[in-house]
């Protein structure tokens, strides 16, 4: 059986090489991945998502009602990190079955463990399962949203306990690093990352090997490394569940970049908005140092690495690499110009490596598997996978993990199972605040870091929100252009004033109040934003609204020369009419408006009065039998 | 919990008792949790974020005379350390509710319709965006993403994250936290009242 003891003293090399042959088993059998002799175990996913629908407590329920079954002390209920499928949480699965449960509650632990545990049949009623269009009921890993992922930065997540170190080593983990100390010479491990052709995850894409050698390459006996966790991107969340789910990946990676670059001291820079991540980081660093693998001498090799964790204060501006640094040493998080680059002069002005969080965990299997391995995968100039955060208008809301150049109709209609309500397809928003819009009508082109640009976005860190036809792409504009000016640094005035005015020329769009020429001005004034700001922030600010005027041009029109908004969405442009027929009376409309537009007896239709609505939609909101109509 | 608030009475107490200017009217016991982070995290400058992180964590706010005997402490000018407070989102000089509301206005909750929530936060408390009610129990700011997405709309009172929130699921959330915060308390105030 697969028990796991916690490693209180050191792990040597030879410690480690049994623990990764005794449990290798047990652990290929929780990815999927063919295995013999695993014991049954119940993985529960314990992810962030999961937690908040009380997953936690469908874990305990699951060990309550195994300890009071036959199956006493011979099933053991794994928390794992996150299973990815977000939405159809709580996750429970059977392994080695490799039966999927969702939305597990109580009364499904219990169920679980009497119907399929002890009596041996699938409970076919909570089982995750996906109707193909041949009919076939999949289920397991065959499901979709799992069959078309390819794990490399998310191979842990999942599937090993975050707070079990000896997992992390049981799946390989920290044998890269052994590589590295013993086996490999630095200038072999940038030339593996630099042939593999991994790029930075962060969003710009720099190839990651040639990073690592400018800060090798550069001058003085102090270097960093630092991982950049300020995932501010609003829709993204791979960062987030990368820490809470597989830790040690990234103190790996950061551990085998000190050993390349002479760097004997990394920070990891997280979000305050993530305390369930810094707490597992935390641990992790805890772990990893009293197993040895952290701390002065790892593993006998003679080289010392630590790592601490600093909490991001709220600025989005600080995911910019070098607001970032400038936090980390206590201060404003205004960025530089570049050059000098961070890998000259970055922290305390000593050369510093500073990568992403999914970047940091690609690094292992890379070097692991080799770099052709790596570079097998994706397209001629983006190799390797990406992960996703899949959110807005899509049925399977999660974290997927896929190589480089798949469609963005295989993401939404095959992963994401399609636009849920019946609506349609109509965008998809990739890169956060600095991204753009991609149109459904260019669904088929290969996913990369080329590709995106070439459409107006940026691949970004990864969030990617589905629109459907609900959605106001000049609303939206709006939405990330307030955001930008709320998280401008106000260091220089292209960002800080140029988003004012943008914001201010949408707003007007958005009420109706715009002229035809406002469009020009908009596009000019976004143009002249992207040339002379002074960093990532401010250069690509203008993106949503430069993508959206690009693809979206009739929406635009729409409002300004008809005083329309197409997806009703701009509350201003709307009239609100009660229809006859499904008014009950109810009054409710009366009560909810706050300008007392609304007249009408009791039981009767009510009625707006066109001049005193102040278009606030409160009762469209309150109506209970949707006969108010907006138009 | 009961430190923050014990933390925070102890420092009303003195800035209302000794009337002086606010640079003096800092409660000793904060004074010693500051004192006790810096000596167990030896270091120069780079320890004011962190060290802001832990007295806000205690206090649920920070007063300016705080922010000058951090700044002191540390060797810089207090304009400095205010610098850096006002500059982060998450810092605030203004005190906080015992539960702290923060609704999500990332780009998922925003699709998915996150200005309900707003709305019927609202309603039920009569909270508006940076309020705090008179009873210092609620107090509301929008965030920019939880990371939270596969809930959305999503909601974060304290260090917990409420997902998938409808109207009528705010308000009984909010309800309910006002019922829970009234009852260990009834033998004092409830009663007599």
Redesign the interface.
Known sequence: MGEIAPASAPLDRKTLAELRLRLADTLRARAGEPATGAPRELLVCAG??C???HSVAVADELERALAASSLAGRVRVVRVGCMGL??A?PLVVVSPDGVYYQKVDREGARRIVAEHLIAGRVVSDLELAWDAPDGRRLTGHEVPFFAQQVKIALRNCGVIDPAAIEEYAARDGYLALERVLFELSPDEVIDALKSSGLRGRGGAGFPSGMKWQFVREAPGDEKFVVCNGD???????MD??LLEGDPHSIIEGMAIAGRVTGASRGFVYV?????LAIERLDNALTAARRAGLLGEDILGSGFGFDIEI???????VCGEETALLR????????PQPRPPFPAQHGLWDKPTLINNVETWASVAPILLRGPQWFAAIGTRRSKGTKVF?L???IRN??LVEVPMGISLRTIVEEIGGGIPSGRSFKAA?SG?PSGGCIPAAAADVAIDYESLQELGSIMGSG?L?I?DDR?CMVELAR??LE?LVE?S?GKCPPCRIGTRVMLNLLERITKGEAVPADLDTLEALGRHIQRTSLCGLGQTAPNAVLSTLRHFRAEYDAHVLEGRCPAGQCKALLTYTILAEPCSGCALCAKACPSGAITGEIKHLHVIDQELCIHCGACL?VCPTDAVEAV | MSTRNELARANAAVETRTGEPPEDAVAPATLALIDTYLRDHPGGTERLIPVLHRVQEELGYLPFPVIKAIAERLGISPIQAYGVVSFYHFFTTTPRGRYQLKVCMGTACFVRNANSVLEAVRDTIGLEVGGVTEDRLFSLEQVRCLGACGLAPAMMVNSEVHGHLTRNGVRKLLLGLRAKARKPHTGGEGDNG
Request: charged share 20%; net charge negative.
């Open positions: 962030g998502a937690i908040s629908c977000c939405e949480g995932e501010g991107d609003p829709g993204a969340f987030r569940s979000r305050a908005e993530y305390p600093r909490i991001g204060a709220g600025a989005f936090s980390i040493e206590g201060k404003r998080g205004t955060a959110a807005g208008a809301t999660g928003q956060g969030g929100i629109l959605t939405f990330f955001f998280e640094c909101s």
